[in-house]
């Protein structure tokens, strides 16, 4: 039997004659990007082969996407014969930017997780129940699952006064299966075992992140976990059907403990896992655990909190109630559908500005020659373009150019109509959104208090640009605060504090879940949105 080895790790399958090389690289974790879900659109699982008599020919959409016979997708390419030595040689990834920390408000620490007993031996427990003997130091971890990004945080929980001691970050691995949560609930329905191979693939890196640590795992004795409502579920272990069809519900929201090694998670074998609640549709504990670090739900005055990302959530509100609201803003500002687009990665540009006489300045991620843009870039150069005349104010190109161009030469970087259409369309979504809480809420933007940016693409972001382009609420800036990621700080909340942990369960069954599919005039506000009316009234030259 024929078998694949693959490059540059060396590391070697057998050939199954009917199943793709996306396959195949899935079943040995290789770190393959399929934006798409294997659909042959976006191009990521592009890779490098020496024997194509061993594959299908190749499909319409590999003839118009890549002109080297020995370039194919590997969501397309399927093996035909199985007599031979195939070699794929995979893309070498930049190293990817993570945000790890966000910031989380001092709260007396009383962990669930404690030492026990008056005098030696003492022993661990959780809520009262023993774990195992003391060896003289007690852990735990919080864990945030994003779509695109894993992070974790290892807390000391005998420590008092500063219990972080170190973080790390991993790109999700899920995003093999698709760079969003529909493709992954996709993946999950219509593949065999797919919901398994999600499973493992998060726990897998997860173990690997514990590895990673200078603690030993069985000192690690729970592990919180925030994450949206697919996310979360998926890492349970749970069906997600549900999340896939009206009315878009979860099995339950509720908190949920399970033992770590039910789950196969590589920390003390009778240790906990506690998976925080989900408030509801996709607004998972994720945005209740940013809620929690952002203190919304304790503070006299209105503020609102948005984490955007390929599934942004809203939320507004004060001590008196709050309400939450989810928008499918697409992955535009991550990287996906922007021809030139890419992820927080080295080489990506995250600034750009026009200079005057029409000079382009721009950093990229680590000081490196530029390889695309990622989010922040993306809002800067839509806000430049508009600023400068370039694009009018209905997102079209002006002057008769079809394209802009950033970076010259044969790996060039610019930005066309299509583009132009898929940002229009990520910040309409956002923007209309936070209208519909807004009036909801029976406030102006202005009469917020604060606004909190989340996540990594809230960090990065210029809040001068994304107000200039309508994204975010007319606030001014310096009532916008940027709270780095606060779903891993809301999970380490519920980790430190017994206290924080009770009243997350209760705020999961108070805070208001708003359907934006349902209100009545979401649609016509994520119409109007789709234009940069400010650009029409002030008479800028782009409206001429």
Same mark, same amino acid.
């Given at each position: 039997?024929?078998?694949?080895?693959?490059?540059?790790?060396?590391?070697?399958?057998?050939?199954?004659?009917?199943?793709?090389?996306?396959?195949?690289?899935?079943?040995?974790?290789?770190?393959?990007?399929?934006?798409?879900?294997?659909?042959?659109?976006? =191009?990521?699982?592009?890779?490098?082969?020496?024997?194509?008599?061993?594959?299908?020919?190749?499909?319409?959409?590999?003839?118009?996407?890549?002109?080297?016979?020995?370039?194919?997708?590997?969501?397309?390419?399927?093996? %035909?014969?199985?007599?031979?030595?195939?070699?794929?040689?995979?893309?070498?990834?930049?190293?990817?930017?993570?945000?790890?920390?966000?910031?989380?408000?001092?709260?007396?620490?009383?962990?669930?997780?404690?030492?026990?007993?008056?005098?030696?031996?003492?022993?661990?427990?959780?809520?009262?129940?023993?774990?195992?003997?003391?060896?003289?130091?007690?852990?735990?971890?919080?864990?945030?699952?994003?779509?695109?990004?894993?992070?974790?945080?290892?807390?000391?929980?005998?420590?008092?006064?500063?219990?972080?001691?170190?973080?790390?970050?991993?790109?999700?691995?899920?995003?093999?299966?698709?760079?969003?949560?529909?493709?992954?609930?996709?993946?999950?329905?219509? %593949?065999?075992?797919?919901?398994?191979?999600?499973?493992?693939?998060?726990?897998?890196?997860?173990?690997?992140?514990?590895?990673?640590?200078?603690? =030993?795992?069985?000192?690690?004795?729970?592990? %919180?976990?925030?994450?949206?409502?697919?996310?979360?579920?998926?890492?349970?272990?749970?069906?997600?059907?549900?999340?896939?069809?009206?009315?878009?519900?979860?099995?339950?929201?509720?908190?949920?403990?399970?033992?770590?090694?039910?789950?196969?998670?590589?920390?003390?074998?009778?240790?906990?896992?506690?998976?925080?609640?989900?408030?509801?549709?996709?607004?998972?504990?994720?945005?209740?655990?940013?809620?929690?670090?952002?203190?919304?739900?304790?503070?006299?005055?209105?503020?609102?909190?948005?984490?955007?990302?390929?599934?942004?959530?809203?939320?507004?509100?004060?001590?008196?109630?709050?309400?939450?609201?989810?928008?499918?803003?697409?992955?535009?500002?991550?990287?996906?559908?922007?021809?030139?687009?890419?992820?927080?990665?080295?080489?990506?540009?995250?600034?750009?500005?026009?200079?005057?006489?029409?000079?382009?300045?721009?950093?990229?991620?680590?000081?490196?020659?530029?390889?695309?843009?990622?989010?922040?870039?993306?809002?800067?150069?839509?806000?430049?373009?508009?600023?400068?005349?370039?694009?009018?104010?209905?997102?079209?190109?002006?002057?008769?150019?079809?394209?802009?161009?950033?970076?010259?030469?044969?790996?060039?970087?610019?930005?066309?109509?299509?583009?132009?259409?898929?940002?229009?369309?990520?910040?309409?979504?956002?923007?209309?959104?936070?209208?519909?809480?807004?009036?909801?809420?029976?406030?102006?933007?202005?009469?917020?208090?604060?606004?909190?940016?989340?996540?990594?693409?809230?960090?990065?972001?210029?809040?001068?640009?994304?107000?200039?382009?309508?994204?975010?609420?007319?606030?001014?800036?310096?009532?916008?605060?940027?709270?780095?990621?606060?779903?891993?700080?809301?999970?380490?909340?519920?980790?430190?504090?017994?206290?924080?942990?009770?009243?997350?369960?209760?705020?999961?069954?108070?805070?208001?879940?708003?359907?934006?599919?349902?209100?009545?005039?979401?649609?016509?506000?994520?119409?109007?949105?789709?234009?940069?009316?400010?650009?029409?009234?002030?008479?800028?030259?782009?409206?001429?």
């Amino acid at each position: 039997m024929g078998e694949m080895i693959i490059l540059p790790d060396g590391r070697r399958i057998p050939l199954e004659t009917g199943r793709t090389i996306l396959h195949h690289l899935m079943q040995t974790g290789s770190p393959l990007t399929a934006h798409c879900g294997g659909r042959g659109e976006c =191009r990521a699982c592009a890779i490098r082969i020496d024997r194509p008599d061993l594959l299908s020919p190749k499909t319409g959409a590999e003839e118009s996407l890549l002109g080297d016979p020995l370039l194919r997708l590997a969501c397309q390419a399927t093996i %035909t014969r199985a007599d031979g030595i195939l070699r794929v040689e995979l893309p070498l990834y930049p190293r990817y930017s993570i945000v790890e920390k966000g910031v989380r408000p001092a709260v007396p620490i009383s962990p669930l997780v404690k030492r026990a007993g008056k005098e030696g031996p003492f022993r661990v427990s959780w809520g009262g129940r023993v774990l195992g003997p003391y060896e003289g130091e007690i852990f735990g971890v919080a864990l945030d699952i994003g779509t695109t990004t894993l992070a974790m945080r290892w807390l000391d929980l005998e420590d008092g006064q500063n219990p972080d001691r170190f973080s790390a970050s991993v790109l999700n691995p899920q995003i093999r299966f698709g760079d969003n949560v529909i493709d992954r609930i996709r993946y999950a329905m219509k %593949t065999r075992r797919g919901a398994q191979h999600l499973q493992n693939a998060v726990i897998g890196a997860v173990n690997n992140l514990l590895s990673c640590g200078a603690v =030993r795992p069985d000192h690690i004795y729970e592990m %919180t976990v925030a994450g949206n409502s697919v996310m979360r579920d998926l890492f349970l272990g749970r069906q997600v059907e549900g999340l896939g069809a009206f009315p878009f519900e979860p099995v339950s929201t509720g908190a949920v403990d399970t033992g770590a090694s039910e789950l196969g998670i590589a920390i003390n074998p009778a240790g906990n896992i506690h998976a925080l609640p989900l408030i509801g549709h996709f607004v998972g504990a994720d945005t209740l655990a940013m809620i929690l670090a952002t203190e919304m739900h304790a503070r006299k005055e209105v503020t609102m909190a948005i984490d955007i990302g390929t599934n942004t959530e809203i939320a507004i509100g004060n001590r008196d109630g709050i309400m939450v609201a989810s928008c499918a803003s697409g992955p535009a500002f991550e990287g996906s559908g922007i021809g030139c687009g890419t992820g927080s990665v080295e080489g990506a540009i995250q600034r750009l500005a026009i200079e005057p006489g029409g000079r382009i300045a721009y950093e990229t991620i680590g000081d490196v020659p530029p390889i695309g843009i990622c989010g922040s870039g993306l809002i800067d150069v839509l806000a430049e373009l508009l600023e400068h005349g370039i694009v009018d104010w209905t997102g079209k190109f002006t002057g008769g150019i079809g394209r802009f161009s950033v970076v010259e030469g044969e790996r060039g970087v610019y930005l066309d109509g299509s583009d132009l259409d898929n940002l229009k369309l990520a910040k309409a979504a956002v923007a209309a959104g936070a209208r519909v809480l807004l009036e909801r809420a029976g406030i102006e933007a202005g009469e917020l208090s604060r606004l909190f940016l989340a996540g990594a693409f809230g960090t990065y972001i210029d809040v001068v640009n994304a107000g200039r382009i309508g994204m975010l609420p007319g606030i001014p800036p310096e009532r916008v605060e940027k709270v780095g990621n606060a779903s891993i700080e809301g999970a380490a909340l519920t980790l430190l504090s017994r206290e924080c942990r009770r009243r997350a369960g209760e705020l999961a069954g108070e805070i208001s879940h708003v359907s934006l599919e349902q209100d009545p005039g979401f649609q016509d506000l994520f119409v109007e949105e789709l234009c940069f009316t400010e650009y029409r009234k002030n008479g800028h030259p782009a409206a001429e």
